[in-house]
DNA sequence: TACCATTTGTCCGTATGTATG
DNA sequence: CCATACATACGGACAAATGGT
């Protein structure tokens, strides 16, 4: 079964939503659900995935690269970074 | 007389553009001069018969195929469907 | 075979306006 | 006032499919 991380969002809670998807999806990161230098779901994929407006997709991917996890290459994408671990 | 349909779009007004310039394709639709099985101007042709960004011109072609006035092959260009009446 | 032009598809970046809490 | 969220509109870059040379 395929898991599409929905239910982990809560729209009435006191957390942005973009702070909640750059969790779910770091969390995809950490488990390696998200490889290393494979792309990320897209902008429009995070729209589709979590239901939610493409500047709010937006500002969870600029979370994930402020955090250090990803890198946005334009034209082409966003690619989970080598962990530093 | 030649019709360009340039001067029925409202920049100012509540209408959104994309709204505005599929309604003017589905009246040469209506009309008759955009003909069944024939392609409806492509992508790039909207942006500069109506002076609108690349996005524009395909959120109003994505509006005329929710309406079902058109279909869409890959490659190829969008073209008018037989008409329901 | 290879190349090229056209067209649609898919990305990202930016800006503005509106609405809500 | 400010942060959040959505809708609209613009721009650029690259990929995929098609059809022709």
Known sequence: MRWDG???IDREGPTPLYVQVADAVEARIKTGDLPVDRPIPSENQLVQEYEIARGTA???IQLL?????VVTIVG???FVRPHPD
Chains 1, 2 share one sequence.
């Open 6 to 8: 929905l239910h982990v």
């Open 58 to 60: 937006r500002k969870t």
């Open 65 to 69: 690269r402020e955090r250090g996890l």
């Open 76 to 78: 082409r994408g966003t």
